[in-house]
T-cell receptor, first 111, second 116 residues
Framework: NAGVTQTPKFQVLKTGQSMTLQCAQD?????MSWYRQDPGMGLRLIHY???????DQGEVPNGYNVSRSTTEDFPLRLLSAAPSQTSVYFC??????????FGDGTRLSIL | AQKVTQAQTEISVVEKEDVTLDCVYE???????LFWYKQPPSGELVFLIR??????QNEISGRYSWNFQKSTSSFNFTITASQVVDSAVYFC?????????????FGTGTQLKVEL
């Protein structure tokens, strides 16, 4: 049982490049979320999904896109990376009424 | 809007001391969930506890205990007889009741250092 799997674990981008952070879960969870963690700010919600085909914005959605075509996958896209998006990104999933469980994170640096 | 405040940025204790991590929250919802997560130096987030707003009973799990007081909007976490392995960043979080906790509002975390 892999739980929540995030890839890659580390990535360095140049300003203006695009990339997709992958998140997959094998627990058939309805709910999935993306957070970013910055020093001194805790974790902040970027986007979330309550099921396949349904997504919504969290607290800090600007600069990020998401889609949920399957229950298992919830990729996060950076269309044009900016240095302000340097952060650690966490994906989480949960079943209905259950607490969220997190992946191991992706450390992203944008030069 | 929801808000979680963890006023203690960093706490240092000597092993075997008891330590309490404070958490104060703000919400307009009448029902909600509160959480504690642990982030060890390896970086992953470990779920510790979820408490719903209509259950104010304190909870104990081994050396961990939680004190939820709705009257003061606090959900404090106590580690008894701390150990070096308890060294980590601890996050308190709040969510709407609907969904069970899929949209978390986190505090800024408390770094706990337990020294020999």
């Amino acid at each position: 049982n892999a739980g929540v799997t995030q890839t890659p674990k580390f990535q360095v981008l140049k300003t203006g490049q695009s990339m997709t952070l992958q998140c997959a879960q094998d627990m058939n969870h309805e709910y999935m979320s993306w957070y970013r963690q910055d020093p001194g700010m805790g974790l902040r919600l970027i986007h979330y999904s309550v099921g396949a085909g349904i997504t919504d914005q969290g607290e800090v959605p600007n600069g990020y896109n998401v889609s949920r075509s399957t229950t298992e996958d919830f990729p996060l896209r950076l269309l044009s990376a900016a240095p302000s998006q340097t952060s650690v990104y966490f994906c989480a999933s949960s079943g209905v009424g259950q607490p969220q469980h997190f992946g191991d994170g992706t450390r992203l640096s944008i030069l | 809007a929801q808000k979680v405040t963890q006023a203690q940025t960093e706490i240092s204790v000597v092993e075997k001391e008891d330590v309490t991590l404070d958490c104060v929250y703000e919400t307009r919802d009448t029902t909600y969930y509160l959480f504690w997560y642990k982030q060890p130096p390896s970086g992953e987030l470990v779920f510790l506890i979820r408490r719903n707003s209509f259950d104010e009973q304190n909870e104990i799990s081994g050396r961990y205990s939680w004190n939820f007081q709705k009257s003061t909007s606090s959900f404090n976490f106590t580690i008894t007889a701390s150990q070096v392995v308890d060294s980590a960043v601890y996050f308190c979080a709040l969510s709407e009741f609907t969904g069970g906790g899929n949209k978390l509002t986190f505090g800024t975390g408390t770094q706990l250092k337990v020294e020999l």
